[in-house]
Nanobody, 117 residues
Framework: VQLVESGGGLVQPGGSLRLSCAAS????????MNWVRQAPGKGLEWVSS????????NYADSVKGRFTISRDNAKKTLYLQMNSLKPEDTALYYC???????????WGQGTQVTVSS
């Protein structure tokens, strides 16, 4: 399993970023995929998930209405569109495989998102 996140960066409050996660080494379309994040000094926080076919999505209350998760199974890529970013969204963002991601610990190296003026 290989998961490679990209698209992070420094953005001002209210700005937008689109994260991507390129997956390989498994049948991507067969698995729920997640975005999780870790803020400085804090534990991992689940952000969003999407079903294998993309038809079912879920969001943490903290990002609902601002973030949109999606996937392109043909490209084996997971996305997270982040709008109206807040300083509290600053974190290392990881894509994580499967509903049991916290147990299997299958996630990538992360991409840093910093929201600051």
């Amino acid at each position: 399993v290989q998961l490679v996140e990209s698209g992070g960066g420094l953005v001002q409050p209210g700005g937008s970023l689109r994260l991507s996660c390129a997956a390989s080494g498994f049948t991507f379309s067969h698995f729920y995929m997640n975005w999780v994040r870790q803020a400085p000094g804090k534990g991992l926080e689940w952000v969003s998930s999407v079903s294998g076919g993309g038809g079912s999505t879920n969001y943490a209350d903290s990002v609902k209405g601002r973030f949109t998760i999606s996937r392109d199974n043909a490209k084996k890529t997971l996305y997270l569109q982040m709008n109206s970013l807040k300083p509290e969204d600053t974190a290392l963002y990881y894509c994580a495989k499967g509903v049991a991601w916290a147990t299997t610990k299958q996630w990538g190296q992360g991409t840093q998102v910093t929201v600051s003026s």
